[in-house]
């Protein structure tokens, strides 16, 4: 028996997907929400202030802002191999918060991206076993992706 857990946290991005045949080769931004979902033990240690959960929900919120939303909120997120947009963004200066990456920046790949991010970074000091499970990353209201290994 295991429970999970899922904790997000958001940041306004933006990004472009450069061969893509209709509005979504123009930079735009989204509301991006990142979702950790984690899988795992209970904490049986008693008298903890741990016991009973998987991880501590400030614990995950912590590693979500430090590996997800303090690297690419408000930047823009960049295929590297998006000659075009590198150009034009480095018009704009050293202190633009550009985020370039191997892979065009579609949800999937942004999922698998903030999953490798994540990953290293979940584990417990109790005893408990725990597994990051999946990711996943919400585009628009209406779209989600999740990537899990
Ligand atoms: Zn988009």
Known sequence: MTTRIRRWVETDTGHRVPNHNSKCRNFHGHRYRWEAEIEGDLVSLKGISEEGMVMDFSEVSRILNEQIHDVVDHSF???EGDDEAIRALSE??????????????????LAKW?????????????????????????????SWASWRP
Not at 102 to 109: G, M
Not at 125 to 134: D, E, P, Q, R
């Open 114 to 142: 903030a999953f490798d991010r994540v990953d290293p970074h979940i584990k417990s000091s109790y005893g408990n076993s725990i597994t990051l499970h999946a990711f996943h990353v919400r585009e628009t209201p209406k």
């Open 77 to 79: 997120i960049v295929f």
């Open 92 to 109: 704009i200066g050293d202190e633009h918060r550009t985020v370039i990456v191997p892979f065009v920046p579609t949800a999937e790949n």
